[in-house]
């Protein structure tokens, strides 16, 4: 054992839900039996449950676990996930799609997105970027089949996530964590004890006065952040005035026919609804600013406008877009809710959970609890939730909308200068200029830029110079090849029950 090393005995996770679980889960499976690891969560507070729809990287995540996708498929109701389908974001009538997975095919040094802008500029193609992506054209044709891993086919060009019951996944791992010796004790936390010398938290008394002393804790319990903020008094960011949503209205909906392979968002008039569509039903919500309308009238628009009947009432879910000013503060690090609040748009929900894990795991302490190993989390942590945060200012911002006071608002908000950086490089020059630690990478920037109407004034200069490539013959082959590898997939449905 290294001089001077200390392990931690005993972790202590306040909050169940999915940060709880994935939290143990993980924990348990890289730590082993050498570290005690506790979960105390309480059914009567119960748990948010509408995370339904994820990104790439959750399969990481599961893998990393062991997990097995066909059985994590089945245990959640789960289905799979191509992209997001925006609907009247840019204006109304007007649809376009995130896909996950690249446009086109490289056939060249340029890149396949220099040349199509190049093309399209020059009134060479009529048609959007979407017509380029072998996810749109799965999902559109409600087909799905796992990507192929040689790069040479069309059908690696796509990647995809899951659609899942967010509450199945809890339940899910909590089992995977049992079996790896986590300990669930069932309780509402009462109290927080702070050590009067360190400020470090020192013990936690529930309701029927139990107690439970750890020299590690990890805040799980949503919105309260019952650890982070009302015991350490850490402090939140509010970034409403770039994202003014702070509502949510979910309900679910008995499913259609078909099962879609895609989120579909829709723009409204206040904000903007989901549809998730799942195995045994359909997850709906209605993510509005309370300030452009009343509880009751979201509530009525979401219901009036479900694809299948309603299987139960309403839930309104309160929230103010933000972080927390510290993720890791003294002796607990907030996961989830309890660490920020970023709106499900890109469905970075889950994603946050899964990196704000992954980095703890890499920078664990032990009992010397080094403020090294705090800075270094809330550094990175806070990066990643800037980049989001600014992707998703970018949805909002870049639109033609003027027919409600919402979208007045957003179209004439002032944004953060790094997304304007962003923006005015692909205005002017086409170019794509990120952080290389981006979560969303190219071909996400690009789908939101051209969805939403910011077109660039020229293509890369790059692009103007290689004329003697032939591109539309190159073109005109990758849109044959997708259509032929689409014809011959199956049916997202016939996918699920095959496998």
């Not at 143990?24 to 690891?37: E, F, H, Q, V, Y």
């Amino acid at each position: 054992m290294a001089q001077g090393f200390s392990p931690l005995e005993h972790v202590l996770i306040i909050g169940g839900g999915s940060a709880g679980w994935m939290t143990a889960a993980a924990l348990s499976d890289t730590l082993g039996p050498r570290c005690k690891i506790t979960l105390i969560e309480s059914e009567e507070i119960g748990t948010v449950g509408v995370g339904e729809a994820t990104i790439p990287p959750i399969r990481y995540f599961n893998n990393r676990l062991g997990i097995d996708e066909a059985t994590f498929v089945r245990e959640t109701s789960g289905s799979f996930k191509l992209g997001i389908e925006f609907v009247d974001w840019t204006r109304v009538g007007h649809s376009y799609f995130h896909p996950f997975g690249q446009h086109g095919a490289e056939f060249d040094q340029v890149p396949f997105y220099h040349y199509w802008m190049r093309e399209s500029l020059a009134g060479r193609i009529e048609g959007p970027i979407d017509d380029f992506s072998m996810a749109w054209a799965m999902a559109k044709a409600g087909k799905f089949a796992h990507p192929s891993p040689d790069r040479r086919q069309i059908q690696s060009t796509f990647d995809y996530a899951y659609h899942f019951d967010a509450v199945l996944y809890a339940r899910f791992l909590r089992r995977f964590a049992e079996a790896r010796g986590v300990t669930r004790v069932e309780g509402r936390v009462a109290d927080v004890a702070l050590d009067p010398e360190s400020g470090d938290i020192k013990q936690v008394t529930l309701a029927d006065g139990r107690e439970f002393a750890a020299e590690f804790f990890i805040d799980c319990s949503g919105f309260r952040g019952l650890l982070i903020e009302d015991a350490l008094e850490t402090g939140y960011e509010n970034w409403q005035h770039w994202l003014p949503c702070d509502r949510a209205i979910a309900v679910p909906c008995s499913k259609g026919d078909e099962i879609a392979p895609y989120t579909r968002s829709t723009a409204k008039a206040a904000g903007w609804q989901w549809r998730i569509p799942l195995q045994h039903r359909t997850g709906n919500g209605y993510v509005h600013c309370s300030e452009f309308i009343d509880e009751g009238d979201a509530t009525e628009a979401l219901l009036g406008s479900l694809d299948g009947e309603a299987l139960a009432d309403p839930r309104t879910l309160r929230f103010v877009t933000g972080r927390r000013r510290k993720f890791w503060n003294r002796n607990c690090v907030a996961i989830g809710l309890s660490a920020g609040f970023m709106e499900p748009l890109e469905s970075t929900s889950l994603h946050l959970i899964q990196y704000g894990i992954l980095r703890l795991l890499a920078l664990f302490p032990d009992r010397e609890m080094s403020p090294l190993l705090a800075e270094e989390y809330n550094r990175q942590t806070l990066a990643e939730y800037e980049r989001i945060r600014d992707f998703l200012i970018l949805h909002y911002k870049a639109t033609e909308r003027q027919d409600s006071e919402l979208w007045r608002y957003c179209a004439a908000m002032k944004i953060p200068d790094s997304l304007q950086y962003k923006i005015d490089h692909f205005r002017n020059y086409g170019l794509i200029v990120s952080d290389e630690r981006e979560l969303f990478n190219n071909p996400s920037w690009i789908a939101v830029y051209l969805g939403q109407g910011i077109a660039p004034r020229r293509a890369p200069a790059i692009a103007e110079l290689r004329n003697a490539v032939p591109v539309s013959e190159r073109f005109a082959a990758i849109e044959q090849a997708m259509r032929e590898a689409v014809a011959e997939m199956p049916a997202h449905a016939e996918f699920l029950a095959r496998n």
